[in-house]
């Protein structure tokens, strides 16, 4: 059964910083792919970063060069390094999980994390 908890997101001023992790219950390298999406008070949740099966990372233009993904496969665990937030970046943050079993693809998420970004 996969699960998936997010942890480290919190108030933080313009310019700053948060690391958010998100642990799985499973294998990170038994899943189709793995990263974070976000959703804004009254937006559509949007992809942030993910890996995918093969280790490319793909990123939203909007955090390209200021958020980096990574991972530790020895933990099963995925991070989101933010640097340079903007008030634009506060959002709920999920963790998101895909599996892909012949042509099916099931998404898994976390119960999400907020980040706000205020002066």
């Known amino acids: 059964q996969m699960h998936l908890e997010e942890s480290g997101g919190g108030l933080v001023q313009p310019g700053g910083s948060l690391r958010l992790s998100c642990a799985a219950s499973?294998?990170?390298?038994?899943?189709?792919?793995i990263g974070w999406y976000r959703q804004a008070p009254g937006k559509q949740r949007e992809l942030v970063a993910t890996f995918s099966r093969d280790g490319s990372t793909n990123y939203a233009d909007s955090v390209k060069g200021r958020f980096t993904i990574s991972r530790d496969n020895t933990e099963n665990t995925v991070y989101l390094q933010t640097n340079s937030l903007k008030p634009e970046d506060t959002a709920v943050y999920y963790c998101?999980?895909?599996?892909?079993?012949?042509?099916?693809?099931?998404?898994?998420w976390g119960q999400g994390t907020q980040v706000t970004v205020s002066s």
């Open positions: 499973v294998s990170t390298f038994r899943l189709y792919a």
């Open positions: 998101n999980a895909k599996t892909k079993i012949l042509s099916t693809i099931r998404d898994y």
